[in-house]
């Protein structure tokens, strides 16, 4: 790590104690004597590798889960871990500094993907509950023909590595870092949709209902009023006639 000295001077900029400053300076060696020069690791992929054989949670120490490191650590697995992903999360934001002089932080492809894999085992309804997110009207990420929640994902992958405090307050930024980041982030739920798939469901649906381009949502016959709309006509007439309601006169 050449730009040690530089990294010193910056962390003593950030009102960091000597002791903390010799901590940070103490993990990263040895992150480093583990995983190789941290300098060409941040310019490979931002350390986003690093970050992965590091991340490790209070419950996987719950559940006995080994350490996806390969760094001997004495005590607590999570603490420590924790400690270097700390630690590792300074170096980074220090040379985002130095390149961008952004409020980019630590967020990296790696950590967006693990949040992404959450909110697919979780679903999108509770993600966002267990996160305190709203269902955004605007910015999904399309990945693997699937979409998430940008600003989210963008949140809950930053926190993972600098911690609960951490928050991207606002959506268009949010979009700005999760596309640099090499992600396509679509502008509004009507895109959300590949052109290709809709005209593949159209076909599906086409292909069951064969008489529904001829006859149309109108109709009182054929195969998609037999199954979906018959029934449903029936139930509204049987609604009204119990209410007494009087159906609009058809203007056309």
């Not at 209070?58 to 996806?68: C, R, S, V």
Request: hydrophobic share 35%; net charge neutral; charged share 30%.
């Amino acid at each position: 790590m050449v730009t040690e000295n530089e990294f010193k001077k910056w962390m003593a900029g950030e009102g960091l104690a000597l002791s903390s400053i010799s901590t940070r300076i103490s993990d990263l060696r040895r992150v480093e004597r583990h995983f190789g020069d941290l300098d060409t690791a941040y310019d490979k992929d931002g350390c986003a590798t690093i970050f992965e054989k590091l991340s490790y949670t209070a419950a996987d120490q719950t559940a006995g889960k080994p350490n996806p490191s390969g760094i001997e650590i004495e005590g607590s697995l999570y603490e420590g871990l924790s400690g270097y992903k700390s630690s590792l999360a300074a170096y980074v934001r220090f040379r985002n500094s130095e390149t961008e002089g952004s409020d980019t932080g630590i967020l990296t492809r790696a950590a967006v993907l693990a949040a992404i894999r959450e909110c697919k085992e979780l679903g999108t309804g509770t993600f966002l509950n267990k996160h305190k997110f709203r269902r955004p009207r605007t910015y999904w990420i399309a990945e693997n023909e699937t979409f998430y929640p940008c600003k989210a994902i963008a949140n809950v992958a930053l926190r993972a590595v600098e911690g609960a405090d951490t928050q991207i307050r606002d959506a268009t930024r949010s979009r700005e870092l999760i596309s640099r980041l090499g992600f396509r982030v679509v502008d509004s739920l009507d895109e959300r949709l590949d052109p290709a798939e809709f005209e593949r469901l159209k076909q599906r649906f086409l292909s069951k209902f064969s008489d529904f381009e001829r006859l149309g949502f109108g109709a009182s016959e054929g195969g998609y009023f037999d199954e979906e709309r018959g029934y449903k006509d029936a139930l509204l007439e049987k609604d009204r006639r119990r209410w007494k309601i009087v159906p609009c006169p058809n203007k056309n």
